[in-house]
């Protein structure tokens, strides 16, 4: 069954800090990866994008890292903003079958100051 | 470019009432989702639309919801009669290339926050 797991389901930070949530998935055949970001009230808006053979792609101080054998990704997030409080969904995209895009449950992230 | 446009964003009915949604895409944009995102869930996919023929409605709860896309441009999503448990958000993306594209980045509307009362 094409499923995605996210970890932690919540996480409440100090401005500042780093963090990174975890996404694990089953999702077969893989074609690609997306984080997203969702804050209170809007849609969500993509960060980043791997594919198979990427490993590693940035966007600013969010960095997104894939181990396809694994079938994990992380999202780092370097000196944590206010901005940053929102929830952060992974979505892997099947190249087949019915459900193409599969998407996990989210990390709700609070920034304190 | 103009984002993904939904309306209403609140709506607030009792049971057994219809609600309808409307989505208006961006400009050029082929493919056209509705998610329905129920609170502390990922979204589900409901209906996905290839310019105004559907794609995929397989997670679309056929006996009280409909959808259509007239024209292939902008799009409603109907729930008659409503259920408590259809309280959720309703969100509308669209996407540039067709259903097999890799790289296909859907954008997302606001959604519409319904309250089944």
């Known amino acids: 069954k094409n499923q995605v797991e996210q970890s932690p389901q919540s996480l409440i930070i100090l401005e500042g800090k780093n963090c990174t949530l975890q996404?694990?998935?089953?999702?077969?055949?893989?074609?690609?990866l997306r984080w997203y970001k969702q804050d209170t009230g809007r849609g969500p808006v993509s960060l980043t994008i791997m594919t198979f053979s990427e490993n590693t792609k940035s966007n600013g101080r969010y960095t997104a890292t894939l181990d396809a054998d694994t079938k994990q990704s992380s999202l780092h997030i370097t000196a944590s903003q206010l901005s940053d409080s929102a929830s952060y969904i992974c979505v892997v995209r099947a190249s087949s079958g019915t459900y193409k895009y599969i998407f996990g449950t989210g990390t709700r992230l609070k920034v304190l100051a | 470019e103009a984002g993904v446009a939904q309306s209403p964003r609140y709506k607030i009915i009792e049971k057994r009432q219809s609600v309808a949604f409307w989505c208006n895409p961006i400009?050029?944009?082929?493919?056209l989702y509705w998610y329905q995102q129920i609170l502390g869930q990922g979204p589900k996919l409901l209906i996905q639309?290839?310019?105004?023929?559907?794609?995929?409605d397989s997670q679309l709860p056929k006996d009280r919801f409909s959808a259509e896309r007239l024209k292939g441009v902008d799009s409603t999503l109907k729930i008659q009669p409503a259920k408590l448990e259809d309280s959720a958000v309703y969100l509308c993306a669209s996407s540039r290339a067709g259903t097999d594209s890799s790289y296909n980045e859907q954008f997302f509307g606001p959604g519409t926050r319904l309250t089944v009362l």
């Open positions: 996404c694990n998935y089953t999702v077969s055949p893989f074609s690609n």
């Open positions: 400009s050029g944009h082929a493919t």
């Open positions: 639309f290839q310019n105004n023929g559907v794609v995929d």
